[in-house]
């Protein structure tokens, strides 16, 4: 059973920063990519970060230059490092990792959520 962890949300003021961290317990065929998505309330859940198991990261517009997603294949680890936090980007965030079984069927994992609330 793959279960994947998040941690290190919290509120803080605009400005501040935040690392939040993704644990990935359980076996995984193949991972295509991981990512990081945040749903604010009343609004779609929508990618920020992406990185593929090549190594490459996407962002979205927003976040670039503040955001940084990284990984530690070690650790079974996903990161998102938030700096020159906006209230705009207050939300919950969850992890998420693209991937295939062992039947080469694509599967998508997700975490429970960690909220981020950054004060004006």
């Known amino acids: 059973q793959v279960q994947l962890v998040e941690s290190g949300g919290g509120l803080l003021q605009a400005g501040g920063s935040l690392r939040l961290s993704c644990a990935r317990s359980?076996?995984?065929?193949?991972?295509?990519?991981m990512g990081w998505y945040r749903q604010a309330p009343g609004k779609q859940r929508d990618l920020v970060a992406a990185?593929?198991?090549?190594?490459?990261?996407n962002y979205v517009d927003s976040v670039k230059g503040r955001f940084t997603i990284s990984r530690d294949n070690a650790k079974n680890t996903v990161y998102l490092q938030m700096n020159s936090l906006k209230p705009e980007d207050t939300a919950v965030y969850y992890c998420?990792?693209?991937?295939?079984?062992?039947?080469?069927?694509?599967?998508?994992?997700w975490g429970q959520g960690t909220q981020v609330t950054v004060s004006s």
């Open positions: 990185i593929t198991s090549g190594g490459s990261t």
């Open positions: 359980g076996t995984i065929f193949k991972i295509n990519a």
């Open positions: 998420n990792v693209d991937a295939l079984n062992w039947s080469l069927v694509r599967l998508d994992y």
